[in-house]
């Protein structure tokens, strides 16, 4: 199979799957190698293919559908975390991604589609192995998420449960 067509088959696969497909099942279909799937993963996406890049794989991007918005939340353990995830979860939400400001490079920003407490629990695991790699480490536990709910009612909702549970940032 050329590369062309390879691609042609990530994006097929990835369109017709039902959750997130990691890159190496990816690779094991198409007989090639995990490295060779990101690379066209990567080449996809600069050429315009809408694929997130999830902490349990990759999916096409949903069309965006009801309110999106932005929360500014602070955290410094994992049960915060998993704390904060669970609360926009249950709220409806969807933890679309992470953001933090640095000095050097501005906005970082790392999808994270937590859509439920399966995939919080999941994301909190990877985080734990890896603490360091956290964004929110640059920045005190201070960060942003894009949240994607029904509409701007269920947002609010969101926010006022984060505001219950101590996990918005609010600078005194």
């Known amino acids: 199979m050329d590369a062309a067509s390879r691609r ?3 994006l097929e696969k990835l369109s017709k799957a ?9 690779a094991g279909e198409l007989g090639v190698s995990r490295q060779i799937v990101v690379g066209d993963v990567a080449l996809l996406r600069a050429s315009g293919a809408q694929i997130d890049a999830t902490p349990r794989g ?9 309110y999106t918005g932005l929360v500014a939340c602070v955290h410094n353990t994992a049960e915060e975390m998993r704390r904060e995830l669970y609360t926009v979860a249950d709220q409806g939400g969807t933890v679309v991604d992470v953001m933090v400001e640095n000095a050097l490079y501005g906005e970082i920003r790392a999808n994270l589609n937590v859509a439920s407490r399966y995939d919080a629990d999941a994301f ?3 985080a734990e192995a890896a603490p ?12 942003l998420h894009t949240i994607r709910c029904a509409n701007q009612e269920a947002f609010r909702r969101i926010e006022a449960a984060l505001d ?3 996990l918005l940032y609010r600078k005194e």
């Open 8 to 10: 042609q088959a990530i």
């Open 18 to 26: 039902s959750g997130p497909v990691s890159a190496g099942a990816l």
């Open 58 to 66: 990759y999916r096409m991007q949903p069309a965006a559908a009801g």
């Open 124 to 126: 909190v695991k990877q």
């Open 132 to 143: 360091d790699s956290l964004l929110s480490r640059m920045t005190g536990g201070v960060h």
């Open 164 to 166: 219950a549970a101590g």
